[in-house]
């Protein structure tokens, strides 16, 4: 395990850089960094889900492997050439959201985030999922990734939105659908 913070500021930030694990300095508006902390944010959001008695047994544990992924995904971004997230994960993933997805109705119309509270975090969740997976496409015109790690991103933002199918219509609460005026 890497080394343990005694003392959480540093100040070695207040010139507008930060560090990446390697020990390069770069700005904090570096797309690297933008895509690290979108990661974490999406991470943040996902506990924000993962608070919520009413989440499923077996989700929350998807949920709580992903987080740990999700780690391992910002290792990759602030350790160029590093890779973590393999094919194997990607497989996973889609496993999964095959379960989750079996015993929900075929989609008719269009979801509007809502229904319940913990369904729509997760719809917050698959957002800013969505965003991180953006930015990694924009880091990676700069600089190469692990094309595993977008494809990782991508597969998770699918997952949160059937996790989000489950979490909306747990105890009754149905799903808001897009009322397209016509």
């Known amino acids: 395990m890497g080394n343990r913070l005694t003392k959480i500021y540093t100040r070695t930030g207040d010139d507008g850089l930060t560090g990446l694990a390697n020990g390069n300095r ?20 996902i506990g924000i889900v993962l608070s ?12 709580i492997r992903v987080q740990n992924d999700l780690f391992d995904v910002g290792a990759e971004l ?3 050439d590093y890779s973590a997230i393999d ?6 993933l889609e496993n999964q959201l095959d379960k989750l997805n079996e015993n929900l109705p075929p989609l008719k119309e269009f979801i509007l985030p809502g229904g ?13 999922c969505r965003r991180a997976e953006r930015v990694g496409w924009a880091l990676m015109e700069q600089s190469p ?4 790690l977008l494809k990782y991103l991508n597969r998770l933002s699918d ?19 897009w009322q397209h005026e016509r």
Request: hydrophobic share 45%; aromatic share 2%.
């Open 26 to 45: 770069v700005a904090k508006h570096d797309l690297r960094i933008e895509a690290s902390g979108t990661v974490d944010e999406a991470n943040c959001a």
């Open 52 to 63: 919520e008695d009413s989440v499923p047994a077996e989700l929350r544990s998807i949920l």
């Open 78 to 80: 602030s350790l160029p």
């Open 87 to 92: 094919l194997e994960r990607i497989v996973w």
């Open 116 to 128: 319940n509270r913990v369904g729509a975090n997760c719809h917050l969740a698959r957002a800013i």
């Open 145 to 148: 990734l692990n094309p595993n």
């Open 159 to 177: 997952l949160l939105f059937v996790a989000a199918r489950v979490l909306c219509r747990k105890n009754g609460s149905t799903e808001v659908l």
